[in-house]
């Protein structure tokens, strides 16, 4: 995807831009709110402060925006990992917190939205799009690649890097996913535990 800096983009592409990115965050809300099933462009249109007319300018109809709505998503998770992974932090330690702690607030932002299209697309069989799926793709090698360097400095403990990749995916969803239905923590309490369950099982000499 080639992206335009903003000292070359036209006010005209900005503005694109922004509409685009308004009606995408109404687009999911509306989407939690009501199901997949129960939303609607009006819906949507009123959400987001645009006409219908003006939200087809913009998208096919409902699920090019649902489709939408998963690609920022999932791009978002990319760019929040790159950011992390290019950010020269102390120790591995205070890394492997960032990384944590990015999990959670994606999970706060887009959690609600995801699960309703976890449960849609199990009951209608349906798969992730070919562009969702490279995007996760690459966000798990990110992943991966830091935990085989941990491997490989003696931080994280012996293990391969896919193994460690799918335990921390299975319990960070498992843990949030206990936590929510309990509802005796806050989000920054639950973030605070998963860091230290995550710390404690990865990280040689936290036991």
């Known amino acids: 995807m080639t992206i335009v800096s903003d000292n070359t983009q036209t006010r005209r592409q900005r503005e694109h831009i922004r509409h685009k990115h308004d009606i995408l965050m109404a687009a999911e809300a509306v989407f939690v709110e009501k199901?997949?099933?129960?939303?609607?462009?009006?819906?949507?249109?009123q959400r987001s402060e645009f006409s219908v007319g003006s939200i087809y300018n913009f998208f096919s109809g409902k699920a090019d925006l649902c489709r939408s709505v998963m690609l920022r998503i999932a791009q978002e998770?990319?760019?929040?990992?790159r950011a992390l992974i290019r950010t020269g932090f102390p120790s591995e330690e205070e890394a492997?917190?960032?990384?944590i702690r990015a999990w959670i607030s994606h999970h706060a932002r887009h959690?609600?939205?995801l699960h309703?299209?976890?449960?849609?697309?199990?009951t209608h069989q349906q798969r992730?799009?070919?562009e969702v799926k490279k995007l996760l793709d690459e966000y798990r090698d990110l992943i991966r690649a830091f935990f085989a360097k941990g491997i490989e400095s003696g931080f994280l403990?012996?293990?391969?890097?896919?193994?460690?990749?799918?335990?921390?995916?299975?319990?960070?969803?498992?843990?949030?996913?206990?936590?929510?239905r309990q509802r005796k923590k806050s989000l920054e309490e639950t973030g605070e535990a998963l860091q230290t369950t995550l710390m404690t099982l990865f990280v040689v000499g936290k036991e």
């Open 35 to 45: 199901g997949y099933n129960g939303a609607t462009i009006a819906d949507i249109a």
């Open 77 to 81: 998770r990319v760019d929040d990992a």
């Open 96 to 99: 492997f917190r960032a990384i």
């Open 111 to 113: 959690g609600a939205f």
């Open 116 to 122: 309703m299209m976890m449960e849609h697309m199990h």
């Open 128 to 130: 992730p799009s070919e």
């Open 157 to 180: 403990r012996p293990c391969t890097a896919d193994c460690l990749l799918i335990a921390y995916e299975g319990i960070c969803h498992s843990f949030v996913f206990q936590m929510e």
